[in-house]
């Protein structure tokens, strides 16, 4: 014990370091814990949670028997599995693709101008798509420019095209940022077996395929299992933003249905529920998704 508080005396400008942040996750990550036991009472907003009455597991029957939850539910995972598809796939051919360019300023160019959409809110993004999917946006005028599509067609109005749109605009906004850590990796490769590669006369695909993909297959795998544990979360923001009168019944995910019956209409215990049954949900799938990833990469285990 002795050895250890000189050792604590020795780093404590750095223990100091850390302290802000261990009592900023007390008080924002661990001490909101204590208000899940909402999801077990009958809550409003004249009880503290200390006087409300228990109820046990009836706030998880009702959301059992709600056909809107279920909705929702099915929403979150079509589009969460097309993000899947395109928001976990582009990241890593981007990425591919800007460390095969020759440096200069192109590369540095096509790095910020794919980074640029992150650092931009949903309200910016929601409101440029809104143009450009509109009957007189631009994604119309090409169309029509083409000769597809003689009527205008406002996209956003239409429930069975939310899907793709809500997955393809993620993708634009995220996939630019998403190669920061595949380009990191790529940056650590040794450049001998570039070499040693040429000089046995494989090409560059090859020496994708052989030695680029196999040595991000870590960042790959780690990011593959983070992306599957968040399927049942989807992007509020976006949501919010996009969601319209007509779309709705394809729009509505869980997070916005959960925001709807919490703070819209009150029903903070409901609402306390369905998130802590889609969290528990989420450890599964991530736990799942880690033991699948563990047999094909030790390495790759959180």
Known sequence: MGLYFKEFRKQLPLQAMVLPGIIFMLIFSYYPIYGLSIAFKYYTVVDTIETAPWVGMQNFKIILQDKYFWESVVNTLGISFLKLLFGFTTPIILSIM??????????????????????????????????????????????????????PTNFLLDADKYWWIAALSDTWKEAGWGTVLYLATMAGIDPTYYEAA?????????????????????IISINFIL???????????????LMNSQNQPKAEVIDSYVYRMGLVQGDFSYAT?????????????????????????????L
Do not use: C
Request: hydrophobic share 50%; charged share 15%; aromatic share 8%.
């Open 98 to 151: 800007i460390y095969e360019l020759n440096e200069g300023m192109f590369k540095r160019i096509a790095q910020t101008i794919s980074y640029l959409p992150h650092f931009l809110s949903w309200i910016i993004l929601g409101g440029m798509l809104i143009n450009w999917l509109s009957t007189t946006g631009m994604v119309n005028q090409v169309l029509m420019f083409f000769g597809h599509g003689a009527k």
């Open 227 to 241: 992306t599957v544990s968040s399927l049942l979360k989807s992007n509020l923001d976006q949501t919010l933003v």
């Open 198 to 218: 040429r000089i046995d006369g494989a090409g560059r695909f090859r020496q994708i395929m052989s030695i680029t993909l196999p040595m991000m297959r870590n």
């Open 273 to 301: 529920a369905a998130g802590l049954g889609v969290s528990i949900v989420s450890v599964i799938l991530l736990v799942i998704t880690n033991r699948m990833t563990s047999r094909l990469n030790e390495e790759s285990v």
